[in-house]
Nanobody, 123 residues
Framework: QVQLVESGGGLVQPGDSLRLSCSAS????????MGWFRQAPGKEREFVAAISWSGGSTYYADSVKGRFTISRDNAKNTVYLQMNGLKPEDRAVYYCAASPGNPSPKLYEYHYWGQGTQVTVSS
């Protein structure tokens, strides 16, 4: 069975930083593109960032460019999301997902999902 487990969320103030981690098991990790999505209260799930299976290509939503960085360590079966300069609008549950294809902002292209980790940004 495939499992994706997110961690690293928490409560921070505007301008602070967090690093999220997603640990994968039950799949050939290096064969999958990985993505981060988020869902704020009352809103639909939205794309945040994605990375190719090799880590050679990365993609970001306009709302997080210059602030967030996605990376992966295939030896550890782990993908990360470094979040700097957090804003109140970043408050959401953040989900890790795996795609057998190329990195994509499209939710339906991801076959496996984690349970999410909550990020709260409040002054």
């Amino acid at each position: 069975q495939v499992q994706l487990v997110e961690s690293g969320g928490g409560l921070v103030q505007p301008g602070d930083s967090l690093r999220l981690s997603c640990s994968a098991s039950g799949l050939t990790f290096r064969s999958y593109a990985m993505g981060w999505f988020r869902q704020a209260p009352g809103k639909e799930r939205e794309f945040v960032a994605a990375i190719s299976w090799s880590g050679g290509s990365t993609y970001y939503a306009d709302s997080v460019k210059g602030r967030f960085t996605i990376s992966r360590d295939n030896a550890k079966n782990t993908v990360y999301l470094q979040m700097n300069g957090l804003k109140p609008e970043d408050r959401a549950v953040y989900y890790c997902a795996a795609s057998p294809g190329n990195p994509s902002p499209k939710l339906y292209e991801y076959h496996y999902w984690g349970q999410g980790t909550q990020v709260t940004v409040s002054s």
